[in-house]
């Protein structure tokens, strides 16, 4: 089984090696690996070309924004497997057998999650996140728990949906999730820690900027999925869902505590 794997890049030079070389570094024979960069300017692209060798396609050209530049980058994938990682982020050893071996077992299951870590700008730990619970339901009301970086799938599920929404530019890989389950994709979770997931002070997501337009994504995507609007019942049925998923779900009572504390800082 062959995985094509694709990251975009743009000036993230500072964390792009470690996030290169933790899938280069894969003890999988079959990874083909595709890198975009719509134009950086911080010395990422002479980075890039020093992988070249090592790199089954590079693209330097502009994009309308990261889920374009993926779908570019899938385009040229020939693998049977796809994924993403960010070029901050980190795929940890070993994983891609383990999402391999759940895919062959698992012939009629599309979408393959794993758990992992959210981890500081110089890698430390902050939070492990266990993949569980991905519907429609849970993913609009918050119950939901997944990881990206730690989330493979088909090449059939991903050309079913046309890829990427292009307009999506704060949770274009959760919109694409969406569209697959809503077309009848099935998730098998692998309890194993595939990911690291860097949050720090010049990433997208916490900014408040990507906050509102999560929120009218968000909308847009309910109303799409649902046929109408968000309303009162909806916000009383995410609260119960998200109740649900911190009594039921493993380590989220540690998570929540955890996450409080840091605010109260």
Known sequence: MKFS????????????????TSVLAQDYPAIEYIVVDPGSTDGSRELIEGFRGRLSSIIFEPDQGAADGLNKGFQRASGDIFGFLNSDDVLLPGG?????????QNPDYDIVMGNGFIVDAQGKRIRRIRAAGFTLERYFYGGATWLQQATFFRRAAFAGVGGFNVNNRSCWDGELLVDMVRRGAKVKYVNQDLALFRIHAQSITGSRRHSEMMKADAERMFSLSRGRRWTALDTLR??????????????????????????SQ
């Open 5 to 20: 794997i694709v990251t975009v890049s743009f000036n993230q030079r500072q964390y792009l090696e470690e996030a290169l």
């Open 96 to 104: 891609m057998k383990s999402v391999s071996r759940a895919f062959e």
């Open 238 to 263: 995410a609260y119960l869902v998200r109740v649900e998923r911190i009594l039921t779900h493993p380590g989220a009572v540690e998570s929540a505590i955890r996450a409080r504390v840091r605010r």
